[in-house]
């Protein structure tokens, strides 16, 4: 269920990015100003981005109740805010892929460090906290040298094998 949620969701956010209200999102995450002097309301822009957030995380909550049979405030700790902080940053922030690619390499990683403990012997102290240290190496590393996330590093990439900059890209 939590899967089929999860591409209808984002099959909706795809489309909404896409149409006319993702431009105007983007046009007033990029310049209020110019927006609103092309009659944009970035209030009215940015309070629709709430709501529509808004539901996106109420959805996420409810098919997380159904998962957990039980949902308290011990079920969101800190650190599952900074993991889901950390997927977004090495994704990358501005595009709907790059969250796809954060949550993979959320999921992904532990399972990784799971395989390798198992084959080396680890002890169980290593293998709990192996995943923080390697999200914190990433973060760095990301935050270093690919400030736009993996997405943003590739689609950077891609406009300079074809010749242009981002900038003339606007």
């Not at 405030?73 to 997927?87: D, R, T």
């Not at 969250?99 to 390499?105: D, L, M, N, V």
């Amino acid at each position: 269920m939590a899967i089929a949620v999860a591409c209808v969701v984002a099959f909706a956010a795809l489309n909404l990015v896409r149409g006319r209200q993702g431009r105007v999102w983007k046009a007033v995450r990029d310049d209020p100003i110019a927006a609103a002097v092309v009659g944009i309301s970035p209030s009215g822009s940015k309070v629709s981005a709430f709501v529509v957030s808004s539901l996106f995380a109420s959805l996420a909550g409810a098919v997380f109740a159904q998962i957990l049979s039980f949902v308290g405030p011990g079920a969101f700790s800190l650190g599952l805010s900074l993991s889901l902080l950390v997927g977004i940053v090495l994704g990358g922030r501005s595009s709907l892929l790059g969250a796809i690619i954060g949550a993979f390499i959320l999921v992904w990683l532990p399972e990784f460090v799971d395989g390798v403990a198992g084959e080396r012997g680890w002890p169980e102290q290593i293998t709990n906290n192996a995943p923080n240290l390697l999200y914190g190496l990433l973060v760095v590393a990301v935050v270093l040298a690919a400030p736009g996330g993996i997405t943003g590093t590739i689609r950077s990439w891609v406009d300079k094998s074809r010749g242009r900059s981002r900038s003339t890209l606007s």
